[in-house]
Each structure stands twice: as C-alpha cells, then as structure tokens.
C-alpha cells in the first residue's frame, strides 16, 4: 500500500496521479489522505517512474476533476484517480454513464461547488477602504465564508465584473486579490482581519428597503435562496427579518389603497404621427 499526504490543489494531485497510472499503480493499492505511522507497512511518497506516458482522457474529465478538486471532503483524490484508472483501463465512456456509483459521487460533487460559486457570486459584498493616491483608483475588501475551496475558480469572475476598481477578496483557505493588472493570491486569513461596514452601506440599506416587495416575498424561497449562514455578511441582512415582520401590514396596506389616477399620456410627435397612419 501507498500512504499519500493530501494533494494541495488539482495540479499536484494531476502530476502525482499521472506517475502513479504511468508506473501501474491499480487504485486499491493507494492510500490518499494520509500519511502512515511509524511502524505501518505504508509507502509514505509515491514511488514514481523515471519517465511518465502520456495519457489521453476525454477533455470533459478534466473539467470535471479541475472543479471536484474543490471540495472540502478530502474524498475526491481517490475517486478521481479511481476513474481516471478506469478512462484508461478499457472504460473509455465512463463519464456517459450516469447510474454508476463513482459517476454519480463526482457529479454531485460539481453540483455542490457550482452551487457554492453561485452565492459566492450573489453574497460577496465589497467595503470600501480607501483610494490609491497616484491612481485614484478606489479599493474594496471583501470577507467571505465558502463551503468548498473556490476561491480560483471564481478569479476570472470577479476580475471581468470589478476591472476598474482595486479589491481583496478575504477567506479562511486563501485571498484574492485585484491591482488593476493582475490577479494573485494569498493565505487565508481570521474574519478580524476584515473591515467593518463603510460609508457606502447605509445607501445600499436605504435602496434595499426601498425595493422589497412585502407582496412577493415567500420566506422558505428567501432561505433557500439565501441561507442564514451569509447573512452576518450581507450589510442588507439586519433589515430583513424587520421587513418580513412588516410584510403584512404593509400587504393590507397595498390592497386597501385607493388606486392612482391614470397619467395623461405625454406628448410624443412620433406617436401622434403613428396615429394618423
């Protein structure tokens, strides 16, 4: 048996598994996730070839293993080495057979890191920090709790939408950062290193309270759409239970209003024109 310490992202785990396939290594004999104990019978590094093969996996595994490598579990290393054994021992249409087990694992697991992404593209709320003295260039950070390791699949996001201002994207596992040129990376670090609310947030309050819709809002769809583990985040967040309580008064209020007078229509000569058409 192999004892391998835990891959740091899909790279190292795609250059460790391509020694493995190229030196036969069958999955059963591999151990990911942990490194043995003094006594043990364990290879604690991979013994790999002197001259890795080629290999040649459909393209959409790739994809699928760059985003699985994202999760928090620790599991995906095996499975995904399991299938990659697999794509390359006789079952070159794995990845079309969505009934079997190992399939179905990984695929759930793009699910949950896409759903991940998603409210990390929705919740991320940028605080203002200052401006750049020679740029003139405002800056932003950011703190943000995600479920799964996604802060470098979501990079490319966030550079395109926010281009023209400098920010820091803060996490637990690793920061992101955007200086107008070029994206980089730092440790994770403590919710404490993150600032409180600017001068900004109280607009952003002001313009929430001023769209909710009482009449539309079905709580459980809100929750689900929104969970409460984001709301210590989301400056908007402390005036929504307030909101939901006034909902129904504010409902009643809306049905019993007398209605507004219909708008003459302004004058448009082109439409007058139409008219006589």
């Known amino acids: 048996m192999r004892s391998i310490p835990p891959p740091a992202n899909f790279e190292e785990w795609r250059a460790i598994a391509r020694g493995l396939l190229s030196g036969g290594v069958p999955p059963q004999e591999i151990l990911w996730n942990r490194v043995a104990d003094e006594g043990l019978l364990f290879e604690t590094e991979p013994v790999l ?8 996996v459909p393209k959409a595994f790739v994809e699928i293993a760059g985003t699985a490598a994202c999760h928090r579990s620790g599991e995906q290393w095996a499975l995904l080495y399991s ?3 697999r794509l390359t021992h006789g079952e070159r249409y794995l990845l079309s057979m969505a009934s079997d087990p190992q399939v179905h694992r990984v695929q759930s697991m793009v699910k949950q890191i896409s759903r991940d992404c998603h409210k990390m593209h929705a919740f991320v ?6 401006e750049d003295p020679e740029s003139g260039r405002e800056q932003f950070v950011s703190w943000f709790e995600p479920d799964h390791r996604i802060v470098r699949l979501n990079a490319s996001f966030f550079r395109k939408r926010f281009t023209n201002m400098d920010w820091s994207i803060l996490t637990p596992d690793e920061c992101l950062h955007w200086d107008g040129m070029k994206i980089h990376f730092t440790l994770g670090v403590d919710q404490s290193e993150a600032p409180d609310l600017d001068a900004v947030e109280e607009l952003w ?5 001023s769209i909710f819709n009482a009449a539309r809002v ?5 929750q689900s759409e929104m969970p409460k583990k984001y709301w210590k985040n989301l400056p908007e967040a ?4 307030g909101l939901i ?3 129904g008064g504010r409902v009643e209020e809306m049905m019993t209003r007398a209605p507004s ?3 003459a229509a302004p004058v448009n000569d082109y439409l007058e024109r139409l008219k006589k058409l």
Do not use: D, H, Q
């Open 125 to 130: 709320r940028f605080r203002k920090v200052g």
């Open 205 to 209: 309050k002001s313009y929430y309270k």
């Open 238 to 241: 402390e005036l929504i239970e």
């Open 49 to 56: 070839p002197a001259k890795v093969t080629p290999i040649s």
């Open 83 to 85: 299938l990659l054994w």
């Open 261 to 263: 007078p219909e708008k």
């Open 218 to 222: 079905k709580v459980s769809a809100m």
């Open 245 to 247: 309580n006034e909902s």
